[in-house]
């Protein structure tokens, strides 16, 4: 079945940089494109990044501005989200979700079950 | 960026009761609209893709109906597994947008 593991969260002052990782399997990796979603505490979802199946297209939230960086590696299954000069406001539970298409940004039809990133000094 | 507008933002209604929910966005995104289902605790899933399209494996009490700028999400009989908070999430253009969400309550 389909799985998406997100490792790398914890606590880190503000400032300061963290690289979430999504380990993916039980599907065909690169047929699909990923997101980064975040979910604030006891907020509502929030779309992060999009990245298609080969890299080619990398797309972000208004609010990223430069900071974040989504990639990933075909050969591992695995992506990435380098969140650099983070804010307090970007404290959230960030889910790695599957797109239906390769390319993105259609249906999220897979989701990871997040990992926690708090931002504070 | 489009903004999409959810009402209610909670309701509670009785096992059994039909239950709707619509969501409005800012422009015209023809049916790139989809539905998810986030129970407490758990990572949302999908629900309804495209508008209408159920997806597989969910019951069909669950249903979707619109195109342009309104659209609606139908319980058609609310079970008590059905508590949860629902969000509408449109795909015309980037950024994608969600609603604010529905939180769902049985009375």
């Known amino acids: 079945q389909v799985q998406l593991v997100e490792s790398g969260g914890g606590v880190v002052q503000p400032g300061r940089s963290l690289r979430l990782s999504c380990a993916a399997s039980?599907?065909?990796?690169?047929?699909?494109?990923l997101h980064w979603v975040r979910q604030a505490p006891g907020k509502g979802l929030e779309w992060v990044a999009v990245i298609s199946y080969d890299g080619s297209r990398r797309q972000y939230g208004d609010f990223v501005k430069g900071r974040f960086t989504i990639s990933r590696d075909n050969s591992e299954n695995t992506a990435y989200l380098q969140m650099n000069r983070l804010r307090p406001e970007d404290t959230a539970l960030y889910y790695c979700?599957?797109?239906?298409?390769?390319?993105?940004?259609?249906?999220?039809?897979?989701w990871g079950r997040g990992v926690l990133v708090t931002v504070s000094s | 960026d489009i903004q999409m507008t959810q009402s209610p933002s909670s309701l509670s209604a009785s096992v059994g009761d039909r239950v709707t929910i619509t969501c409005q966005a800012s422009?015209?995104?023809?049916?790139?609209l989809n539905w998810y289902q986030q129970k407490p605790g758990r990572a949302p899933s999908l629900l309804i893709y495209?508008?209408?399209n159920l997806e597989r494996g969910v019951p069909s009490r669950f249903s979707g109906s619109g195109f342009g700028t309104y659209f609606t999400f139908t319980i058609s009989s609310l079970q008590p597994e059905d508590i949860a908070t629902y969000y509408c999430?449109?795909?015309?253009?980037?950024?994608?947008?969600f609603g604010g969400g529905t939180k769902v309550e049985i009375k």
């Open positions: 422009q015209d995104i023809r049916m790139y």
């Open positions: 495209d508008a209408s």
């Open positions: 999430q449109q795909y015309e253009k980037v950024p994608l947008t």
């Open positions: 979700v599957r797109d239906r298409s390769i390319m993105g940004s259609t249906l999220l039809d897979h």
């Open positions: 039980g599907f065909t990796f690169t047929s699909h494109a």
